[in-house]
């Protein structure tokens, strides 16, 4: 599903269509060059040398990233530093997602796609150690390639994320690059039912403040970022990750955010074919909806999310976790109470699932893995219409992953 609305044929149902107030799209390449030209903080020509070495760290194949562009920008500016080529290397910020194939790498990097490598996290090493709020000592890993470069840079998505209030900045090296370390502590449990780590909020965030402290730890010199809405691009930033995230957050929050009064039976909440291609990526509608700022379900409502799933559940290490621990469990509430005691990295998304499935109930329609849904404690339905009980008050969101659903002033 896209953010252009299907022909649903819902018997005697009362839809309400919501869609954000988007603003105005830019060309990437446009927006990126005027960020570069104006940075938070010194110009990337001012922070490099031509004899030094330069890692790149860009997003993988589930982010909508015009990495191709920003890494054309930002090679542009380090061959006018006096940068050779020969000294770049870029590394794929695959988490623990599954490695991109060449035909993927290609069509994200264009001409620079002979300068890419896949992260792979089991080879991340210690570089250092981040403070958490509470005090504690949290290693922070990087791809090699990373650590032993001079100086490292990162292209990013500034959107709204379930935990991190807005991803980018940091967040492409530290998560992207990095190892298991940081991300079983950030994706945890105790992490993640704190105060304050939630989608759409970087302020007074215990997840953001960690990602920015391992960022300044992994020498993060320099990133340029952009945010998105429903029609493209709406602009870009570059300079320091901790002046770049709210910069873009600010542009974001104007564009995406809607404010619901009424409640519904059923949300129709789509999610972009990058997203809709497992259920690992798919299910992020449904927390999206329900764990964000404003719940618009009625208790027992269903959130219903449209996922083709070519990919089933997913084919990275997190992805395989996800599915093994629903696949596993009994019920939402038992699986739950379970995960509240520690998980392995990966399987957050199991929990937050979990969480949302002991309120409401989940609907994928038109997948190519029904068993799959089945296993995973939601439901199949081949079409929406199928998903929708008559005479249901629906809201459908085209979107989900790109509107920030508020209270009311």
């Known amino acids: 599903m896209n953010d252009s609305l299907p022909d649903y044929h819902l018997t005697d149902c009362d839809v309400t269509v919501l869609s954000p107030p988007g603003g105005t799209a830019v060309p990437p390449r446009e927006a990126a060059e005027r960020a570069?030209?104006?940075?938070?903080?010194p110009p990337l020509a001012e922070l490099v040398s031509p004899d030094e070495t330069v890692a790149i760290v860009v997003t993988d194949v589930t982010r909508a990233t015009p990495d191709d562009v920003l890494l054309d920008v930002l090679l542009a500016e380090l061959a006018d530093a006096g940068v050779p080529r020969k000294h770049v290397s870029v590394v794929l910020g695959l988490g623990l997602h599954r490695p991109m194939t060449d035909?993927?790498?290609?069509?994200?990097?264009g001409k620079h796609a002979d300068l890419a490598e896949n992260h792979d996290a089991d080879a991340a090493i210690e570089v250092g150690t981040a403070?958490?709020?509470d005090g504690d000592a949290v290693p922070v890993e990087l791809n090699p390639t990373v650590a032993d470069a001079d100086r490292v840079l990162s292209t990013g998505m500034v959107e709204p994320h379930q935990y991190a209030g807005f991803s980018g900045g940091a967040k492409t090296v530290v998560i992207g690059a990095g190892g298991e370390s940081l991300i079983r502590y950030?994706?945890?449990p105790d992490l993640l039912s704190r105060e304050g780590v939630r989608l759409g909020r970087i302020e007074d965030n215990p997840f953001r403040e960690l990602l920015d402290e391992a960022g300044d730890m992994a020498g993060l010199d320099f990133c340029l970022n952009v945010t998105h809405g429903p029609q493209g691009i709406l602009g870009a930033s570059a300079g320091h990750h901790r002046a770049v995230v709210p910069d873009l957050a600010e542009t974001a929050k104007e564009s995406l955010s809607v404010a619901v009064e009424d409640e519904y039976d059923a949300v129709i909440a789509g999610v972009p074919e990058a997203k809709a291609a497992n259920l690992y990526q798919a299910t992020r509608a449904a927390t999206y909806v329900v764990l964000g700022d404003r719940n618009p379900l009625r208790p027992g409502g269903r959130v219903v999310v449209p996922a083709a799933m070519p990919e089933g559940a997913g084919?990275?290490?997190g992805e395989q976790r996800f599915y093994d621990r629903l696949d596993g469990a009994s019920d939402p509430e038992s699986l739950y109470d379970e995960m509240r005691t520690g998980y392995e990295p990966g399987a957050q998304r199991?929990?937050?699932?979990?969480?949302?499935l002991r309120d409401h109930g989940v609907f994928v329609t038109g997948s190519e893995h029904p068993a799959i849904v089945e296993d995973c404690l939601m439901h199949f339905r081949e079409s929406v219409e199928d998903a929708i009980e008559p005479g249901s008050d629906v809201l459908v969101v085209p979107n989900a992953l790109d509107t920030l659903l508020v209270r009311p002033d």
């Open 315 to 317: 084919e990275g290490k």
């Open 36 to 41: 570069m030209a104006d940075p938070h903080g």
């Open 103 to 109: 035909e993927e790498i290609a069509d994200a990097l």
């Open 350 to 356: 199991a929990f937050v699932v979990a969480r949302v």
């Open 131 to 133: 403070e958490t709020t």
């Open 186 to 188: 950030t994706h945890g």
